[in-house]
């Protein structure tokens, strides 16, 4: 009897669980691709799948095939060549059309042809929308809905229906909006996601919304928010504490207008304030990897300040932050950066005292504990060269110079500059711009003198350094500029004014950058482009010739 009594206190247990477990549903290959600016190929989208799957979320959204050519050439290449290990893929479709039938609608029927084991349909349930855009009747739409429902699962599929518009439309009619759920529930779907389509409710009203419908049904409830009242992560947790077990959203907030939901920001704050497990251990200590390995593909720049994986998110800058982060760093951060794969940075800047050097060189690989007077010595460098214009924020390997020159007491040197200089010319006749720069140089116990020629008079000297200094140190013919920035420290001086410039290069294995100030954007472009070569060379322990 006690055998008994366990099997089913565990048995019940288990079912607790199971019920109380929140889907992670990421749309970012469908809803997210529809940001502007970003175009995903079928090559894109190949690439970016996998990624997802090795997180951990629970249904990948692929497109909408037989509506978009691409999206159905990738679920026919997904089928053949992709195996997943944790997520499940979805195609996302609309109901049949009015008056019609499920099995002889085109649309619906690519939806079973895609052989995604999920489908996704999008429904009305905004009786406005329903009379003015489907121009149809409120019966007949909950028909549309019940009737594809129903067909897709007698083709063995399993349905999760999104509702489009629900909330507003709850607000409008809410009876007519409970109705769609209803009929999607009744007709056999696994989940129904309520949607802020226009992306304006606020938490409170998503809370007391989702609460009245949960009151109401006993089918799975998700929430799919959008981000224009800036809410759409809060929206997605208010839901979740209603009583939602299903989330939607995307990698990085992609998204039309303002955006999705950023479903890492969501399953981070779930997972790591809530205790709910939505991913694997593993797969949540790869947010930030496979968040930046997204950008990537997307073309689209990392934000900086996105919550838990941008590179600012655990970067301090005060200098009283900096001596109390000494002591512990938890002090000033809500968790260990670690857990989502990202990392404490420490900022240096005319804000930076003592304790944020000596915590900046331990970042860096150099003990500076104990040396008072080598911090006065760099603090007071940094204060007077940001006095100048000059920024060590994004600036990591100018500042590494910087350090070693006063731990070494002199500057590495790999090179003496004699001089340089570029000239662009405009050919008015063949109508053509031509840049080409001279640099003159003492290496490796010769004079050289290169010329080099470039799309703008700051890839010319890139060219020319370059090839002055390869013959010397070959190691430099694999580092390659990647990013370049140029600011106006006073533009009230317009073309006049002190110029700064940041610099990112790469090794293929690593990146640093540099930054230079100047009068002019040639000037500072030099200094940080010098910089840069230099560095590379300090890092691969390059012996100066």
Not at 15 to 22: I, P
Not at 98 to 111: E, F, I, T, W
Request: hydrophobic share 40%; charged share 25%; aromatic share 6%.
């Amino acid at each position: 009897m006690s055998t008994s009594l366990n099997t089913e206190t565990a048995g019940a247990a288990s079912g607790a669980k199971e019920a109380d477990q929140v889907d992670v549903y990421d749309t970012t290959l469908r809803d997210g691709a529809q940001q502007e600016g970003m175009n995903l190929s079928v090559a894109d989208k190949i690439a970016i799948a996998p990624l997802l799957d090795g997180l951990g979320v629970t249904y990948i959204e692929g497109g909408w095939p037989g509506a978009i050519p691409k999206d159905t050439e990738f679920f026919a290449r997904a089928h053949k060549e992709m195996e997943f290990t944790h997520a499940e893929l979805a195609a996302f479709g609309s109901t049949r059309k009015p008056l019609g039938s499920a099995h002889l609608d085109p649309q619906v029927r690519a939806l079973v042809d895609s052989e995604a084991p999920v489908i996704t349909l999008v429904a009305k349930s905004d009786i406005r929308h329903v009379e003015r855009a489907l121009r149809t009747d409120g019966q007949e739409n909950l028909n549309m809905i019940a009737d594809t429902v129903r067909y897709l699962i007698d083709a063995g599929r399993r349905v999760i229906v999104d509702t489009e518009h629900f909330f507003d439309g709850y607000r409008f009619d809410s009876d007519y909006a409970l109705a769609a759920v209803t009929a999607a529930l009744e007709a056999g779907a696994d989940v129904v996601a309520l949607c802020d389509t226009n992306g304006g409710m606020l938490p409170d009203d998503v809370f007391e919304i989702v609460s009245a419908v949960r009151a109401r049904s006993d089918g799975k409830l998700g929430i799919h928010a959008h981000n224009d009242s800036g809410c759409a992560v809060a929206n997605s947790l208010a839901a979740i504490e209603a009583g939602a077990r299903h989330v939607q959203g995307t990698v990085n907030g992609y998204g039309e207008r303002t955006g999705n939901a950023d479903l890492l920001t969501v399953v981070a704050n779930l997972q790591l304030k809530r205790g709910q497990e939505l991913l694997p251990d593993a797969g949540l200590a790869e947010l930030t990897s496979v968040a930046h390995q997204i950008s990537e593909i997307t073309n689209i720049a990392p934000f900086a300040r996105q919550p838990y994986i941008g590179a600012s998110a655990f970067a301090h800058k005060a200098g009283l932050h900096a001596s109390a982060i000494r002591v512990d760093p938890d002090l000033y951060q809500h968790i260990d950066p670690r857990e989502v794969g990202n990392d404490m940075r420490m900022l240096v800047s005319d804000m930076a005292g003592r304790a944020s050097i000596e915590l900046k060189g331990r970042e860096l690989g150099f003990d500076l504990a104990g040396k008072s007077e080598l911090l006065g010595r760099v603090t007071t460098r940094v204060k007077d060269a940001e006095a100048n214009g000059y920024t060590y924020d994004a600036a990591d390997a100018s500042f590494e110079l910087l350090l070693l020159e006063e731990l070494e007491g002199r500057r590495r040197s790999f090179f003496r500059v004699e001089s340089w200089r570029a000239i662009v010319e405009h050919t008015s006749h063949a109508g053509e711009i031509n840049s080409e720069a001279t640099v003159k140089l003492h290496a490796g116990d010769q004079r050289r003198v290169s010329t080099g020629e470039g799309n703008g008079p700051v890839n010319a000297l890139d060219h020319a350094l370059r090839v002055a200094l390869s013959g010397v140190y070959p190691v430099i013919e694999g580092f390659e500029l990647i990013d370049y920035k140029v600011r106006l420290l006073d533009s009230s001086h317009g073309t006049d004014a002190i110029t700064r410039v940041l610099i990112e290069m790469t090794d293929g294995q690593r990146s640093w950058s540099t930054v230079g100030v100047g009068p002019n954007i040639l000037e500072a472009s030099w200094e940080a482009l010098v910089d840069g070569f230099v560095f590379g060379l300090v890092k691969h322990e390059v012996t100066p010739r």
